[in-house]
Nanobody, 125 residues
Framework: QVQLVESGGGSVQAGGSLRLSCVVSGYSVRGVYKCTVWFLQAPGKEREGVARVDSVGDTEYAGSVKGRFTISKDNAKNVLYLQKSSLKPEDTAMYYC?????????????????WGQGTQVTISS
């Protein structure tokens, strides 16, 4: 059974930092054609892609977070991370990690099979 469990969310002031973690079990993030990704969903809005990392370590970021967020993964621990800095109130959302077996890793919700339950991030001004 595949499980993804996020942690690290919380409430911080604008300008602060947080690191989200996603512990993955039942599925290896290492290997060929592995996509791991972070999504966010703000209140009343659609879920949208934030950042992804593929099998060879290539990354992609949404324009709104580029330069502020960094995605990484620890293959040995089977954990995905999202380091967030220079946080803004508009970063307030539920953050989800997701994974899929695929050659290409788009920031698209419908391309991911495995999902975590999410961790809430609230940024105050």
């Amino acid at each position: 059974q595949v499980q993804l469990v996020e942690s690290g969310g919380g409430s911080v002031q604008a300008g602060g930092s947080l690191r989200l973690s996603c512990v993955v079990s039942g599925y290896s993030v290492r290997g060929v054609y592995k996509c791991t990704v972070w999504f966010l969903q703000a209140p009343g809005k659609e879920r949208e892609g934030v950042a992804r990392v593929d099998s060879v370590g290539d990354t992609e970021y949404a324009g709104s977070v580029k330069g502020r967020f960094t995605i990484s993964k620890d293959n040995a621990k089977n954990v995905l991370y999202l380091q967030k800095s220079s946080l803004k109130p508009e970063d307030t959302a539920m953050y989800y990690c997701a994974a899929a077996d695929a050659r290409f890793c788009p920031l698209a919700v419908d391309r991911y099979k495995y999902w975590g339950q999410g961790t809430q991030v609230t940024i105050s001004s």
